[in-house]
Structure formats: C-alpha cells, structure tokens
C-alpha cells in the first residue's frame, strides 16, 4: 500500500468556523508532512513531523494547528481562517531519519468565504 | 533557509523532441534532488530523483543531472509525448526539510 489518503477532498468552511483535515498513511513512514498550494505556485511547508513530534513549522498563522495522533494519522485544525487561507492543503508522508521521498496525497481543496 | 530557482515557468515542445528543465539551489547541505510531475487536481508525483554523490541518473525516456560545484542540476526528456504534459517542479531536500522550486508547466503539441 503506497497511498496517503486525505479528507475530505473538498471543504467550504466559513471565517468563525472549526474544521479538520485528515491524512492516512500505512506505509510505515515516521515523518508527515502539510504543505499549503495556491494556486499555479509550488507547495509550500507549512509543518513537518518526525517519530509524531513536531519538528519543523514554518512560522505558521496559529489558526492553523498541526496534530499527529499516532504514526499513521496526521491532522490539520482549522479556526478563524481568512479568505486567503483558500488553497490546496497537501498531506505526504517518508521515511524519517532518511533523506527520501515524499509521497503525497491527493489533497484537501480549502475555500474560505 | 534553502531557495530552490526554476527554469523556464513555461515549455512548448513538439511530440518527438526533447525538453529541459533547470534548477538551481543555494545551501550546500542539500543532498537530494527530487523531480515531481504534478497533473490537474492531483498530487505530486515523485519522477525521478538523484543523491548528492551521483551526478547522473536515467531511468528510461527521463533523466537527471547534478552539478554539485555550480549547485545546479537538471531535467531531460527525451522523445516527448502529449501525456508528458503536466507541472513539473523540481525540490532539493536536507532530511525532512523539503523545498520546491517554481514550476514549470510543459505543454506537449501532437
């Protein structure tokens, strides 16, 4: 199995509201990964975890909060998000401890009204 | 932090002829140099990918160059087809940190 599955492919949410991504991964991978895409731009890192402690956030807005439950989930709460929080929110998961490749998922299309 | 430069943003070729794709980056400690080809409302797919101790890499119709001194590498793509034609962006990576360059979106006339 070589997928990293995320929910829900699609989400409108509203500025006062509270939603969550969510990323699956079985392929045994210790490091998760979010990156934020607009659109015709290239993924950006927005957090990475690695053994489920977070490792690297990229001086992200708190209404975005990373949560790693255990090695095979990761999550992305979302709270008072701006218009401009509207993109493409991209899951991928690695080896950790190794430099290697990042599988992604599919993505989670945000639209913030 | 890494900055990863990508050349050019956009590519038209003919079906049949080759297309390059360049990169450079500036912190010396990256090791790993992925290419991603990216399709409509899809994710990233890993195409081909080269380690700081190699200098070349070809897997098929596709191959990869490393200039470590120049910081530079590339993309080829020889005898191109229609299917060919997506986002391709290439990365440079130390452990988990991972940063993309630009993009470039190839366009494969028939």
Request: glycine share 6%; charged share 20%.
């Amino acid at each position: 199995d070589t997928e990293v599955t995320q929910t829900p492919k699609h989400l409108v949410m509203g500025m006062t509201n509270k939603k969550s991504l969510k990323c699956e991964q079985h392929m045994g991978h210790r490091a998760m990964y979010w990156y934020k895409q607009k659109a015709k731009k290239p993924p950006e890192l927005m957090f990475v975890y690695s053994y489920e402690k977070l490792s690297i956030n990229e001086s992200v807005p708190s209404r975005f909060s990373p949560e790693c439950p255990n090695s095979s989930l990761l999550n992305l709460h979302l709270h008072a998000l701006q218009p401009e929080d509207s993109a493409l929110y991209l899951c991928a998961s690695s080896q950790a401890g190794f430099t290697g490749e990042l599988f992604f998922g599919e993505g989670s299309r945000l639209t913030v009204l | 932090g890494e900055n990863v430069e990508q050349h050019p943003s956009t590519l038209s070729v003919q079906e049949g002829d080759s297309a390059v794709i360049k990169c450079t980056y500036s912190d010396s400690a990256s090791n790993y140099f992925p290419w991603y080809k990216q399709e409509l409302g899809k994710g990233p797919q890993l195409i081909i990918d080269i380690r700081s101790n190699v200098g070349e890499k070809k897997d098929q119709r596709i191959a990869v160059t490393l200039n470590k001194t120049a910081k530079h590498f590339s993309l080829h793509i020889t005898e191109t087809q229609p299917e060919d034609s997506a986002v391709y962006f290439c990365a440079a990576s130390i452990y988990t940190d991972m940063r993309f360059g630009a993009g470039t979106r190839l366009t494969v006339k028939p």
